[in-house]
């Protein structure tokens, strides 16, 4: 049996960041991985032909500046490349930059009134005419869209798409869908948000609730809206993520096996999973018969496994009540050049229903290292969600995937096809569902009376505070919290995810 005053369950980028603060802090700690090496879902593999790939499309930006501090000890001054993110809407055949919303000049004339109509009817303006020159798409006349019309289906495009909008757009929205029709008005809804938002979440917009935003979507301004339709300019920028960084070599899990790698070795157990957790005891069990006595349990397990782990804690029928969706990766390594459209594009959004995927990136224009033979070759990384809401056709979704990427001109010749890849994570995105918060909250406080902190991007189920600089961050907090004695205030990045994601954090 060891012994230990922390004990931390999962390796990922959570409890990295924990193992990291208590060893900042000299205290007493152990680590438990089920898999071979560190990482979780921000982890890194190479396949077949060489090709390095990530579990989906991941960046590295950051609202911390601690983060930054330990990205840069990972990896060194070398050991990143700074991109300007450029992101991109497939949206009728046209290229349309992202944030969609901003960028109503790229549309065909038809559309751009739409969406403007609707925005100004939601924005609570009366439609105007003409609102500026010409764009050198002709000139722009709207149709109005009354104040608080119900649209004629949100159904969007996606043939399986959301339920059909039921409710009126009240002065508080109640789920995501009102949300979107309230901020965006009907044509952006209708034409992007919804079927696009189904696309990423699997989940109908109007079982999702809409509080974890804040950041995430772009709520224009009519008066930017009105001046890049007049000037044909072009916004980029948007967003918190506009630069941001990618390991030169190894992909995204080269930087948490190097966090990994700063910790001491015999406090680090890989390869174990934990199958049972005694919470009165406070032995932690694992599968092949390690036993540890904690005094606090940092678990980063998806908080469904860690409720069934656990009996006894947090009422069982809670564990069903949480809402994820599951992510498909499907990889393709191509001889050549990328096709010039795609030249400094780095991922791309597809809201039309002609194709699995709702992302794609160009993986390799992250890093060249990303091929075996950079120069020679390049790869493109598709990302598809299931859910029992949108169901994935398993068999058949490589060869689908090839062809819509054909059809949607980033695969110009089949013919360049060194081989693809395919990956299903179980898990891939916490959905913030409704009622989500009254769910987690109890079941996390649960925990904590019995000395377990249930932290990370399923720990937590906070999508909101669940990329990589957030997890790292919030197993760092809980490690200060436990140290310190403290209590909520310790832990912003859980408890106050909009204030945490409004600021650069010191
Ligand atoms: C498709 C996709 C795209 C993403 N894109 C981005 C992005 O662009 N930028 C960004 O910053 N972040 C991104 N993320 C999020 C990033 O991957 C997460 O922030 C991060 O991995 C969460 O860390 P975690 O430690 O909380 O959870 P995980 O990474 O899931 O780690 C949990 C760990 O627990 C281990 N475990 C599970 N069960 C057991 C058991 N019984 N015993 C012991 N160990 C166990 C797992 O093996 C795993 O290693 C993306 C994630 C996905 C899925």
Redesign the pocket.
């Known amino acids: 049996m060891i012994r230990t005053r922390l004990l931390i369950?999962?390796?990922?980028?959570?409890?990295?960041g924990a193992a990291t603060r208590a060893g900042e802090h000299g205290m007493d700690w152990q680590l438990?991985?089920?898999?071979d090496t560190?990482?979780?879902?921000?982890s890194s593999f190479v396949d077949e032909h060489g090709f390095t790939w990530d579990?989906?499309?991941?960046?590295?930006?950051s609202h911390y500046k601690t983060f930054d501090r330990h990205m840069d000890l990972a990896l060194g001054p070398d050991g990143w490349i700074e991109h300007q993110r450029e992101s991109w809407i497939r949206f009728k055949n046209r290229w349309v930059p992202y944030p969609f919303q901003l960028n109503l000049h790229r549309l065909d004339p038809a559309d751009r009134d739409r969406c403007l109509a609707g925005l100004q009817a939601a924005n609570g303006d009366r439609p105007r005419q003409n609102p500026g020159k010409k764009t050198g798409t002709g000139p722009v006349k709207l149709q109005g869209v009354k104040r608080g019309q119900a649209p004629k289906n949100m159904s969007g495009q996606t043939g399986t798409g959301p339920e059909k909008y039921v409710g009126s757009i009240g002065d508080r929205p109640r789920n995501f869908g009102e949300w979107v029709l309230s901020v965006f008005g009907e044509g952006i809804a209708e034409l992007f948000m919804n079927p696009y938002n189904f696309k990423v979440w699997a989940c109908p917009l109007e079982r999702m609730d809409h509080h974890w935003i804040g950041e995430r979507v772009a709520v224009p301004e009519m008066a930017q809206v009105m001046r890049s339709i007049r000037s044909g300019e072009d916004h980029k920028s948007w967003g918190p993520n506009a630069t941001f960084r990618f390991p030169r070599h190894g992909g995204t899990g080269a930087v948490w096996k190097a966090v990994a790698a700063k910790l001491p070795a015999e406090r680090c157990h890989y390869g174990d999973?934990?199958?049972r957790i005694d919470p009165v005891e406070k032995i932690v069990e694992?599968r092949s018969g390690l036993r540890v006595r904690y005094q606090e349990l940092l678990s980063?397990?998806?908080l469904d496994?860690l409720i069934r782990?656990c009996p006894g804690v947090a009422p069982s029928e809670t564990a069903g009540q949480l809402v994820s969706s599951a992510?498909h990766?499907v990889g393709v390594g191509l001889w050549g050049q990328a096709p010039s459209e795609l030249s400094g594009k780095c991922w791309m959004y597809f809201p039309e229903a002609h194709s699995p995927y709702y992302r794609v990136t160009q993986f390799s224009h992250y890093s060249p290292n990303n091929v075996p033979r950079p120069g020679e070759q390049w790869s493109l990384m598709a990302?598809i969600s299931e859910s029992p809401h949108k169901p994935v056709e398993k068999e058949t979704l490589v060869a689908d995937t090839l062809r819509a990427l054909t059809e949607d001109g980033l695969i110009p010749d089949t013919g360049a096809v060194i081989g693809t890849t395919h990956r299903r994570?179980p898990k891939?995105?916490p959905t913030p569902f409704l009622g989500r918060d009254q769910v987690v909250d109890p079941v996390l406080r649960a925990f904590e009376k019995k000395d377990i902190y249930s932290?990370?991007?399923?720990?937590a189920w906070k999508y909101e505070v669940?990329?990589?600089?957030?997890?790292f961050a919030?197993?760092y907090e809980c490690v200060e919290r436990l140290h310190q004695g403290g209590g909520k205030e310790c832990e912003p990045t859980l408890h106050r995810p909009a204030w945490v994601n409004g600021r650069v954090n010191e």
Request: avoid cysteine; charge should be negative.
């Open positions: 369950i999962g390796g990922g980028p959570t409890g990295l438990l991985e089920a898999a560190p990482g979780g879902l921000a579990l989906g499309g991941h960046v590295q930006f999973p934990v199958v694992t980063t397990l998806p496994d782990l992510t990766i990302e994570l891939g995105y932290r990370g991007r399923f720990g669940s990329n990589q600089d957030h997890s919030q197993g």
